[in-house]
């Protein structure tokens, strides 16, 4: 059974101080790894998708990168409105319906 | 464009009572999915259509959950006799064909009372 986990669940910075969040996951055959952003009262927001061990993507102060085992998803000098629910979640390449299998997420708060 | 639309945003409903969610994924996107995020809990797949082709309904709960797409477009998601653990946003995405990655809508959020 495919198995996603994030950690930490909830993380408070202070605003520019840099860090990282965990997904580790647990599949029969990776076909992506997604970042979504959610914040409350709203849908999940794309953020990045990656494929191969080795991958890194970047968009403003967030950074993703892909090991065989586990994603990274690395704040740099984050702001207050970075301030979200990161959720990341895996699609394999058995059956037919590509859906998303999601981990329980991690809640950053950043303080001004 | 148009992003992923849902409605109603919120329906509240009486234990028992059936209730149908609304679906509009962006034009051109020919996969359309549900998944149920309720409290506490990360996001659960529903249901999947892609196109023509007969949907997977592999994550459905029971037998009272169901779904239909007419024209390739517009999706429900019908709940019959509403129990209290049926009580979570409900949440629809779409993806283009071609792509892996899922846009999702605002979500319904539905209370059984």
């Known amino acids: 059974e495919d198995q996603v986990t994030q950690s930490p669940e909830a993380l408070r910075l202070q605003e520019g101080e840099s860090s990282s969040l965990n997904c580790s996951y647990t599949?029969?055959?990776?076909?992506?790894l997604f970042w979504y952003r959610q914040d409350p009262g709203k849908g999940p927001e794309f953020l990045f998708t990656l494929y191969s061990a080795g991958e890194e993507k970047e968009k403003e102060r967030l950074k993703a990168t892909l090991t065989k085992k586990e994603s990274f998803l690395h704040i740099t000098a984050p702001k207050p409105e970075d301030s979200a629910t990161y959720l990341c979640?895996?699609?394999?390449?058995?059956?037919?319906?590509?859906?998303?299998?999601f981990g329980s997420g991690t809640q950053l708060t950043v303080l001004p | 464009g148009a992003g992923v639309s849902q409605s109603p945003s919120n329906k509240v409903t009486e234990k028992g009572k059936d209730v149908e969610l609304r679906c509009d994924p962006i034009s051109g996107h020919t996969a359309l999915y549900w998944y149920r995020q309720s409290l506490g809990q990360g996001l659960e797949f529903l249901i999947y259509?892609?196109?023509?082709?007969?949907?997977?309904k592999s994550g459905l709960p029971s037998d009272r959950f169901s779904a239909e797409r007419t024209g390739g477009s517009v999706s429900t998601l019908t709940i019959q006799r509403t129990q209290q653990e049926d009580s979570a946003v409900y949440l629809c995405a779409s993806s283009h064909p071609g792509f892996n990655e899922q846009f999702f809508g605002p979500g319904t959020r539905l209370t059984v009372l």
């Open positions: 599949v029969s055959g990776l076909r992506g």
């Open positions: 259509f892609q196109g023509n082709s007969a949907p997977d």
């Open positions: 979640a895996v699609q394999t390449v058995s059956g037919s319906a590509r859906q998303l299998t």
